[in-house]
């Protein structure tokens, strides 16, 4: 529904709709939710003369309601990230469309922190961006990468001054003093055609495979230093992309072509401070799970195609990466007390940490809770600054960050350095609670969202790309609210609100899914490249008897396993998981139930989120009896093991379940399916694309406990009759993951965002200064506050 279609809708069906309306008065609430609206309508419907399709999707689109009887004030989403405000009042039958911040207000008014007449900090980032480029579809929202490449070709098509800005940035290139491209001797554009041109006629002179070496000095007299090609035929390649740019475009895909030829990667800073950030021994810890695996395996490829970059390009150095984290001197075993640790399975790739430090400058010991660490990271960032230069022998030329606190470290350290940067949120807290943002209040003490929230939305709209590994992460659905989407427009009562915080067309959204560690994890069939070796390990793990570090055992361990590994938390639901196969006999009779998660014993736990999970674990074990069906390690797994573990399983006909509240995008699912393993995931989330229901896994609704076991009931019991289901839906998974989740066509677009959105930051440098010193305002006004009274309050930590 178009939002200029709204009023003659509502006009349409006006007389329904306020009976409607009536409805919702009546449940005397003065909050309703989309799904309760919803319900509210199917009971309603009946009692209308004839079905009503406008109706229905006006219905359809309602988000949220509050009511002020008689007054209802509407949040329509009219379209993905389109929204539309409409208040109703019910005793004069009329309606208006009301500003966003009118909304907002009444919306604060529910927790009691309206402030009518008061001035108030509003977030509102639109005036800085009109004049950039937009998605106009929202099937589009993603591919920025491409609307970006066609607004080049208008700028480059019209403008010759903007040639000029072109050669400037060839120009520029250099790694370490030395020069790469295009030679100072070069002046103008006009200049640099003709030396095109006579280039190009010497290059057709020489055989493809000459060496750039044997005819540098030719090449260096008009103009162009190293980094064209190793060899003629790139050479001629990324010098007839040039030409073709300067004689006027007509494809997007010749510019960005051109661009990803450019050799400007060569130090790449990748942010991660929270949790235990180091090579093994660490997943299940708390804070650290798939984040971990995600940003190891994008390093080492990463790496690698890096190296191979520099290699076609003609130039003869080693490309470097460093993880930037934080140095926990209290270890618990781990590395992660170590300054530097090198990746393994690269070349010059490694952990940077640097440790937090309180006012007096003396190091905090021990590990912080990722919900808590927002006092130290300002000055993490700056004291890293110092240890980047020095551990990289210069500025990177490249930031990603990660998660919320790496993302506005990587803010504060590209902005003080002037470097590109990428953000990967991995997930956002704003998705995962429930009005996490109108009750932030409630909750302040335990998670500090509304610190969260406010970095977010500074690291948002100080990145020059975002990445996200699934379209609904971004815009979610037509039915539901992606986690970008989500930072559009909110408040924090009694703090500021959000009119216009992240549009979800902006050009800086680009998917690109990661995949699995191809060498850890691979089909189950492949029998030659399995590690047996780790059998006998992995048998006394799942058959072994209960422990310190363990609880239950399998009386019948010949049964399938339904399997999950995931931390302890709340969110990710491995209790859910536990009570569906305590509840349900037949699933207990088909199969056995085997967790990996956090501790067992909570008394090993420093994390209270995972403390309270214990307890209701231990308390479904109990109840139901499970010590005989199900077991669970609290241990923690090397990669090799985990791969080994899944095939496993599958060797003996299992399923992976992944029942998780919310998903951000799901490493764990990808492993599971490249592995072999049928997968059962949750509906909300990156599972929702990964999976295709039915075919290649299962989607399952953790709020729905009756449907969930359901869905898995009957596959076990399909399985059990005709063998044949398990191995069709096995062999859909591998072949899935092995279409769509793999590193080297992640890594590829990666470095390919980076050069454009690079270069896109060049030409544009002096507009988005506006924007960051904005972004800076609302840094200094709201972020620095928010972490001074969390530090003097009490849930200083």
């Not at 573990?645 to 399916?673: K, S």
């Amino acid at each position: 529904m178009q939002r200029q279609a709204i009023p003659a809708t509502i006009e349409q069906v006006k007389g329904n709709l306020f009976l409607f309306f009536r409805r919702i008065l009546e449940m005397e609430k003065p909050l309703v939710l989309c799904t309760e609206v919803q319900k509210a309508y199917t009971e309603f419907a009946p009692c209308l003369e004839q079905p009503c399709a406008k109706m229905e999707v006006l219905i359809g689109s309602i988000q949220e309601v509050i009511v002020y009887a008689p007054q209802l004030y509407c949040a329509l989403r009219v379209d993905i990230g389109k929204w539309l405000y409409v208040a109703f009042d019910l005793d004069s039958l009329q309606y208006t469309v009301v500003r966003k911040s009118v909304f907002l207000s009444f919306k604060e008014q529910l927790v009691g922190r309206a402030a009518r007449g008061e001035w108030r900090l509003r977030l509102d980032v639109e005036p800085f961006n009109q004049d950039f480029p937009k998605v106009q579809d929202a099937r589009d929202i993603g591919n920025g990468i491409e609307y970006l490449n066609r607004h080049l070709i208008d700028f480059f098509a019209d403008r010759e001054s903007e040639l000029e800005h072109l050669l400037e940035f060839l120009t520029l290139h250099r790694y370490n003093g030395m020069p790469l491209m295009v030679s100072p001797r070069i002046k103008d554009v006009a200049a640099l055609r003709q030396s095109v041109e006579q280039a190009l006629e010497k290059l057709r002179q020489w055989e493809p495979q000459t060496l750039y070496d044997d005819i540098a000095h030719e090449l260096q007299a008009l103009g162009f230093e190293r980094g064209w090609g190793r060899s003629v035929e790139r050479i001629r390649t990324t010098m007839g992309l040039l030409q073709d740019i300067l004689r006027k475009p007509d494809s997007p895909a010749t510019i960005e072509h051109f661009l990803s030829q450019v050799p400007m990667i060569f130090r790449v800073l990748i942010v991660s401070p929270h949790g235990f950030f180091g090579q093994s021994k660490v997943l299940g810890y708390p804070d650290t799970g798939g984040q971990v695996v995600y940003i190891l395996d994008q390093v080492r490829a990463l790496e690698a195609r890096m190296r191979a970059n520099v290699h076609e390009q003609g130039i003869d150095i080693e490309p470097e990466i460093v993880v930037l984290t934080r140095l926990i001197p209290e270890a618990q075993g781990t590395t992660c007390d170590q300054r530097e640790e090198q990746i393994w399975g690269t070349h010059n790739a490694r952990i940077l940490r640097v440790p937090f430090r309180d006012d007096h400058g003396e190091v905090i010991p021990h590990w912080i809770s990722r919900f808590h660490i927002w006092p130290h990271l300002e000055r993490f960032a700056f004291d890293a600054i110092t240890e980047i230069r020095g551990a990289m022998g210069g500025r990177p030329d490249l930031i990603i960050g990660n998660y919320s606190d790496g993302n506005l470290v990587a803010t504060l350290i590209s902005q003080t350095l002037k470097v590109t940067q990428c953000t990967i949120a991995h997930a956002l807290e704003k998705s995962k609670y429930l009005y996490s943002d109108l009750y932030w209040e409630d909750n302040e003490e335990d998670y500090h969202f509304s610190i969260q929230y406010t970095a977010d939305l500074i690291g948002m709209n100080s990145a020059d790309f975002i990445i996200s590994s699934t379209y609904q992460e971004i815009a979610g659905s037509p039915t539901g609210i992606g986690q970008y989407e989500s930072y559009k427009t909110f408040t924090l009562p009694g703090l500021y609100q959000v009119v216009n915080g992240i549009d979800v067309y902006d050009t800086k959204f680009n998917i690109i899914s990661p995949g699995a560690n191809e060498e850890v994890f691979f089909p189950y069939t492949r029998s030659e490249r399995r590690l047996h070796a780790l059998h006998p390990e992995i048998e006394a793990l799942i058959c072994g008897e209960p422990d310190s570090v363990s609880r239950g055992r399998l009386l019948d361990p010949a049964k399938p396993i339904i399997f999950s590994i995931a931390r302890l938390d709340r969110v990710k639901n491995l209790t859910g998981l536990a009570r569906w196969f305590a509840a349900s006999d037949e699933m207990r009779q088909h199969a056995n139930l085997v967790l990996i998660a956090g501790h067992v014993d909570k008394a090993n736990s420093r994390d209270e989120e995972e403390r309270a999970q214990i307890d209701i674990m231990h308390g479904i074990f109990d109840q139901y009896a499970l010590d005989g069906s199900a077991r669970w390690l609290g241990i923690q797994l090397e990669k090799q093991m985990t791969g080994e573990l899944y095939r496993y399983i599958a060797d003996g006909r299992g399923i992976f379940v992944q029942p998780a509240l919310f998903e951000a995008f799901g490493l764990t699912v990808i492993e599971a399916m490249t592995t072999g393993l049928p997968v059962f995931a949750t509906t909300f989330g990156g599972p929702l694309e990964i999976i295709r229901h039915g075919e290649s896994g299962f989607h399952i609704d953790p709020t729905d406990d009756e449907a969930s076991t359901a869905v898995i009931v009957d596959f076990l019991r399909e399985s059990a009759r005709n063998p044949a289901s398990w191995d069709a839906i096995s062999r859909s998974a591998i072949a899935r993951v092995e279409e769509k989740y793999n590193w080297p066509h992640y890594v590829e677009r990666l470095m390919t965002l980076a050069k454009v959105y690079g270069f896109w930051k060049h030409m544009t440098k002096k507009d988005r200064e506006e924007i960051r010193r904005y972004i800076e305002m609302f840094y200094g006004l709201m972020y620095r506050p928010l972490v001074q009274r969390f530090m003097t309050g009490p849930g200083q930590q």
